[in-house]
């Protein structure tokens, strides 16, 4: 079901792929900061025309990577768990997230021991959380988290380096509490990034899911972002589109060709405040 959503992002403002962190970021690649600037802002507007409420950081020259907001930390039930990164070129941004929290005079707010890129691994269904290692976060994360939000965690070993955080992989479209249980969450997801293991674990979960293709994982098409009926998803993901219908949802193709550049997309750019 339909709920308006408070979202945390940054503009790319000092957008650019200096180093390579994942298989996307390719250095010989020339990127357009001013087509990423008028993607991102129509990404922003699409938000607040859907009656969400979008609150910017402000960009910083040292930190390219910044814009990819999910990245930052969990809120969740106002308790921020904060990003420990895991790459050295983007120690720096975990610090302007903890600034901007706190600056919003919230308290709660733990600094991570253990390495978790924030919502680029973790995701929110009603009743869990979900949360994928194998690339970036560090498999005792998912424990940290369960321990801090006393919610239960459902880890997820990724496997396959295009598909290096778990919102590159798997996206929840309903998270409303009260909707049943967390197996009748829907979500969808692409199972060649996942285990053996983590995929019989998704398919006991989530028996309805959309099952993605490969070619709509690569155009990033599970990196989107659901208020529970509008579905916010790379336009490049047309496959999607049918099965997203079927279940009731309104899916909004965008076109964020720029970001992608740096192995990003919709959900990247996009911290929720919940
Ligand atoms: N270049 C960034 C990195 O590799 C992209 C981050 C994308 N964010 C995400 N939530 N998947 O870290």
């Keep these: 079901m339909y709920r308006p959503r408070r979202y945390l992002m940054c503009p790319p403002e000092h957008f650019r792929v200096t180093y390579s962190i994942n298989p996307w970021m390719d250095l010989t690649k020339p990127v357009d900061v001013r087509l990423a600037m008028a993607q991102w802002s129509d990404l922003r507007d699409c938000y607040r025309s859907l009656g969400h ?9 040292d930190l390219p990577d910044l814009v990819f907001t999910a990245n930052g930390g969990l809120l969740l ?4 768990l904060g990003a420990r990164f895991a790459h050295p070129e983007r120690y720096g941004e975990a610090a302007v997230h903890e600034e901007w929290h706190r600056g919003q005079g919230r308290s709660e707010f733990q600094r991570a021991q253990h390495t978790n890129e924030g919502e680029g691994d973790f995701a929110v269904t009603a009743d869990w959380l979900l949360a994928g290692h194998g690339f970036r976060s560090s498999p005792l994360a998912p424990q940290e988290a369960q321990e801090y939000f006393g919610r239960p965690v459902i880890a997820l070993d990724l496997v396959d380096p295009r598909f290096y955080h778990l919102d590159t992989a798997l996206c929840v479209l309903d998270d409303a509490p009260g909707e049943g249980d967390g197996a009748r969450s829907t979500v969808m997801y692409y199972p060649g990034a996942f285990s053996p293991g983590s ?3 998704l398919r006991r979960l989530f028996p309805e899911a959309i099952v993605a293709a490969e070619s709509d994982a690569l155009a990033l098409g599970l990196n989107a972002v659901s208020d529970g009926h509008h579905v916010v998803l790379p336009q490049a993901a047309v496959g999607l589109l049918d099965p997203l219908r079927e279940r009731g949802f309104d899916p909004v193709p965008i076109d964020l060709s720029e970001l992608l550049k740096a192995g ?3 959900k990247c750019c996009t911290g929720e405040l919940r």
């Design 53 to 61: 409420s979008v609150e910017e950081l402000t960009p910083h020259p």
């Design 264 to 266: 990003g997309s919709v």
């Design 199 to 201: 995929r019989a674990v």
């Design 77 to 80: 039930e106002d308790r921020v």
